[in-house]
């Protein structure tokens, strides 16, 4: 689950974007979706995730509640059947599995921060020191339509969690995600009624481990 995390984005006019060399491209591509990530300091949203194996067969459809704050602080929650809670403060987390009544507890580690939620919540001011970031679909706002942006990401680390990450937004505002593994799974994040830098409980961030649960250190 937590190498299984998120979205669309930024805006380029498509005519400047084929006269530039591929190198200014990313550049600039990196500088859209770092402004609009910079404009996202918390999100709190509803969200719907599914699973595909690499021929495209649904192994997995779960929903749940998501919030993120910046910087670091991470809350994720699927509901039944297949529960489970993950929740960071930007130094530890914890994996709340009530179905095996255990709790893993970890350090935030290198590997760890590189996850998508973690991305989204954490720094970015190295995303393009990080990842390879691409736009891949850009379309301006007309009348009565938002305009659409999509960034495709790719780790330039070969250890990474994931091989492509695409962020998708709407109307400037994170609207889905796509995780793609290195077995070609897929992993896509589509959120609902999405709510943009509005006040957090702080208490969410701080798992508090419930009573008779087995607690593994890692």
Do not use: C
Request: proline letters at 3%.
């Amino acid at each position: 689950m937590i190498s299984t995390l998120y979205s669309k984005l930024a805006v380029l006019f498509i005519g400047l974007f084929l006269l530039q060399s591929p190198a200014v491209a990313e550049v600039n591509a990196s500088a859209q979706l770092n402004q609009l990530l910079t404009e996202m300091n918390s999100l709190d949203a509803d969200f719907q995730q599914r699973i595909l194996d690499a021929r495209g067969s649904r192994l997995q459809e779960v929903s749940g509640h998501l919030t993120l704050k910046r910087p670091g602080r991470f809350y994720w929650q699927t509901k039944a059947p297949y529960s489970q809670t993950i929740v960071s403060d930007g130094e530890t987390l914890w994996l709340y599995d009530p179905d095996l009544e255990q709790v893993t507890v970890q350090t935030l580690d290198d590997n760890l921060s590189r996850t998508p939620a973690m991305l989204l919540s954490g720094d970015i001011d190295s995303l393009d020191q990080r990842f390879q970031v691409a736009l891949v679909r850009s379309t301006t706002a007309a009348k009565g339509i938002a305009a659409i942006q999509e960034f495709v990401l790719k780790p330039k680390e070969q250890d990474s969690l994931f091989e492509e990450l695409q962020l998708s937004f709407y109307d400037h505002k994170l609207a889905a995600l796509l995780l793609v593994d290195s077995l070609g799974q897929r992993t896509s994040i589509e959120l609902f009624d999405a709510r943009f830098n509005t006040q957090t409980d702080e208490t969410l961030f701080n798992f508090k481990v419930p009573d008779d649960v087995d607690v593994v250190l890692q």
